[in-house]
């Protein structure tokens, strides 16, 4: 780190943006990233910030006096700021609209079935586009919770539910069913008082997960 910040100012703001780039564009989708996944990734989203410094740095005047006031103090924040959000955009708009077509295409290409994702879980809850309907989770203790509809609870906190990369689930939990297949409505799941009761289960506690949902038009 100590390196890091010896670095010039330049090089930093390089670095910051490929790496707020590469958060933004594979959020949900790098517990299997190795290292030299990483960098590569970083110097990738780097390298938008780079031509976008050096073309800022051309375009924006050294000096910036209005008046009487000399605002080039803030010509360096202006460029790197630039710099940054152009690489963040990118990750944006590769994370939205390039990542499917062209993980499609090097599908198609390459005849294979792999979406590039380590874990099938990742799979499942990075599919854009997903309308959430019923959730339903069987514990290794054999019972079964439910949280149905889901759109009861779009606008709690966390959303309707809360899938995590490790396995782990959050849910507003509206039925039980137990081990003798008695189902039970649960109650008090939302209090205009004291808030909503959401449920952690660990992954480890997890037998099965079975999802309702839809595409959403767009």
Same mark, same amino acid.
């Given at each position: 780190?100590? $390196?890091?910040? =010896? +670095?010039?100012?330049?090089?930093?703001?390089?670095?910051?943006?490929?790496y707020?780039? /590469?958060?933004?564009?594979?959020?949900?989708?790098?517990?299997? %990233?190795?290292?030299?996944?990483?960098?590569?990734?970083?110097?990738?989203?780097?390298?938008?910030?780079?031509?976008?410094?050096?073309?800022?740095?051309? +375009? @924006?005047?050294?000096?910036?006096?209005?008046g009487?006031?000399?605002?080039? /103090? +803030?010509?360096?924040? &202006?460029?790197?700021?630039?710099?940054?959000?152009?690489?963040?955009?990118?990750?944006?708009?590769?994370?939205?609209?390039?990542?499917?077509?062209?993980?499609?295409a090097?599908?198609?290409?390459?005849?294979?079935? *792999? *979406?590039?994702?380590y874990?099938?879980? =990742?799979?499942?809850?990075? %599919?854009?586009?997903?309308?959430?309907?019923?959730?339903?989770?069987?514990?290794?203790? !054999?019972?079964? &919770? $439910?949280?149905?509809?889901l759109?009861?609870f779009?606008?709690?906190?966390?959303?309707?539910?809360?899938?995590?990369? *490790?396995?782990?689930? !959050?849910?507003?939990v509206? %039925?039980?069913?137990?081990?003798?297949?008695?189902?039970? =409505?649960?109650?008090?799941?939302?209090?205009?008082?004291?808030?909503?009761?959401?449920?952690?289960?660990?992954?480890?506690?997890?037998?099965?997960?079975?999802?309702?949902?839809?595409i @959403?038009?767009?």
């Amino acid at each position: 780190m100590k $390196e890091l910040l =010896e +670095l010039p100012w330049q090089i930093q703001v390089v670095i910051v943006g490929g790496y707020f780039g /590469y958060i933004v564009a594979y959020s949900g989708k790098r517990s299997a %990233h190795k290292s030299v996944d990483t960098l590569g990734i970083i110097l990738c989203f780097g390298g938008i910030s780079l031509l976008t410094f050096n073309s800022l740095e051309e +375009l @924006v005047p050294k000096l910036m006096i209005v008046g009487i006031f000399d605002f080039s /103090y +803030l010509r360096g924040f &202006i460029i790197s700021g630039g710099a940054i959000s152009s690489s963040l955009l990118s990750a944006v708009f590769w994370r939205r609209l390039l990542s499917a077509q062209v993980g499609q295409a090097i599908r198609k290409l390459s005849k294979s079935d *792999d *979406d590039g994702l380590y874990f099938g879980w =990742e799979t499942l809850i990075q %599919h854009p586009n997903l309308e959430y309907n019923q959730l339903n989770v069987t514990l290794k203790s !054999g019972r079964i &919770i $439910e949280s149905y509809p889901l759109s009861r609870f779009d606008n709690l906190p966390n959303g309707c539910c809360l899938l995590g990369g *490790d396995g782990s689930i !959050g849910m507003y939990v509206t %039925h039980i069913t137990e081990l003798d297949g008695t189902r039970r =409505e649960a109650k008090n799941i939302i209090c205009d008082t004291e808030g909503a009761r959401i449920t952690f289960i660990p992954a480890n506690e997890v037998s099965e997960v079975d999802f309702r949902r839809k595409i @959403v038009k767009s």
